[in-house]
C-alpha cells in the first residue's frame, strides 16, 4: 500500500509532527516555510532515507497554545508550504530563461569591451540552446498573446481616442519653445543691423 | 551556583549542514560550551555547562538559528 504524502500528528506534549514525502515536497520549499515560521514556534527538521525520502517537521509553538490555536498552527503551515513548494517549481522552471536574460543583458555591455571570439561562440551555442526552450514555452502562450495584442491593437488605432493634457505635457519641446527662441534670434539681429 | 546542565542535539547530515551548525555555535558560545561529533547520518551537537537563565530555551532557539543560517547563508 502507498504511503500518504503527508501524515500529520499532534503529540503529548503539544508539538506538531509532520512527516512529508520529500519527493513531493522539495527540502528547499520546506526551508523557506519552515524559516517563515520560527518567529512563532521552535522548528526541528529530522529525516529518514539516503537520499531523504521523507522530512518530519516538529514545530513547537513558542507560547502555551490550546489545542484549536494548534490546529490554526499546522494549517497555516501547510498552507505556506504549498505556496513555498509552488514558488520553488516556478523558480525551477524559469531557471533557463532567466540565466538567457542575464546573459543577454550583459552580452550588452560587454559589447563595448571587445570580448574574444571564443566567448561569442560559447554565447551563440548557450543562446540556441535557450531560444529552443523559450520556444516551447512560447507556443504554449502564444495564443493567448495573440489575443491580447489583438485588443491592445483596437484600443491604439481606434482614431476617436482622444485625452486631456491641461498642463500642456505632451506638447513637444520644439512647438512649445522654438517659435519664442526665432523671435529672440531675429529681435538680436535687428539690433545689429541697427 | 553548580552549572553544569547539558543536552543533546542531533541534526541530520542530508538536513543541516556543518557551516551553519558551527557558525551557529560561534553565535552561542557565550551560553553553553559546544561540542560537535558526528555519528552515522547525524551531527550530534553537545551541550553543557549551560546558563542556567536559558537553559529551558537554548536548544530550541539554537535550533531555529541553525534553520535561518541555512536560508540565509
Redesign the interface.
Known amino acids: 500500500m502507498r504511503k500518504a504524502a503527508l501524515e500529520t500528528k499532534i503529540d503529548k506534549q503539544n508539538e506538531i509532527i509532520i512527516t512529508l514525502d520529500s519527493a513531493i515536497y522539495p ?1 528547499e520549499a520546506i ?2 516555510t ?2 517563515n515560521f ?1 518567529d512563532q514556534a ?6 529518514k532515507g ?3 525520502k521523507e ?1 518530519i517537521v516538529t514545530i ?1 509553538p513558542k507560547i502555551n497554545t490550546d489545542k484549536k490555536e494548534l490546529l490554526e498552527l499546522k494549517q497555516e503551515f501547510l498552507n505556506e508550504l504549498l505556496d513555498n513548494v509552488l514558488r520553488y517549481q516556478i523558480a525551477k522552471e524559469n531557471k533557463t530563461i532567466r540565466e538567457f536574460i542575464v546573459g543577454t543583458a550583459l552580452l550588452g555591455s560587454l559589447n563595448k569591451l571587445n570580448p574574444s571570439e571564443e566567448f561569442f561562440t560559447d554565447l551563440e551555442s548557450l543562446t540556441e540552446e535557450l531560444t529552443s526552450v523559450s520556444q516551447n514555452k512560447e507556443e504554449d502562450g502564444e495564443e493567448l498573446l495573440e489575443n491580447e495584442e489583438e485588443e491592445e491593437n483596437e484600443e491604439v488605432l481606434d482614431e476617436n481616442f482622444t485625452f486631456e493634457d491641461p498642463l500642456g505635457i505632451a506638447v513637444p519641446w520644439e512647438e512649445k519653445f522654438q517659435a519664442q527662441e526665432n523671435k529672440d534670434n531675429s529681435k538680436k539681429n535687428n539690433k545689429k543691423k541697427k | 551556583m553548580k552549572n553544569n546542565t547539558h543536552g543533546v542535539i ?1 541534526f ?1 547530515k ?3 549542514s556543518e557551516k551553519a551548525i558551527v557558525s551557529s555555535i560561534a553565535a552561542f558560545k557565550h551560553l553553553a560550551h559546544f561540542d560537535i561529533q558526528q555519528k552515522g ?1 547525524y551531527y550530534l551537537v553537545i551541550l553543557s555547562k549551560i546558563n542556567p537563565q536559558v537553559k529551558d530555551v537554548i536548544k ?2 539554537f ?2 538559528y541553525v ?2 543560517k ?2 540565509t547563508d
Open positions: 527540502l526551508y523557506n519552515a524559516y520560527i521552535y522548528l526541528f527538521l529530522d529525516g539516503e537520499p531523504i522530512v513547537k | 542531533k541530520n542530508n538536513i543541516y547520518d530550541d532557539e535550533n531555529n534553520l535561518a541555512i536560508k
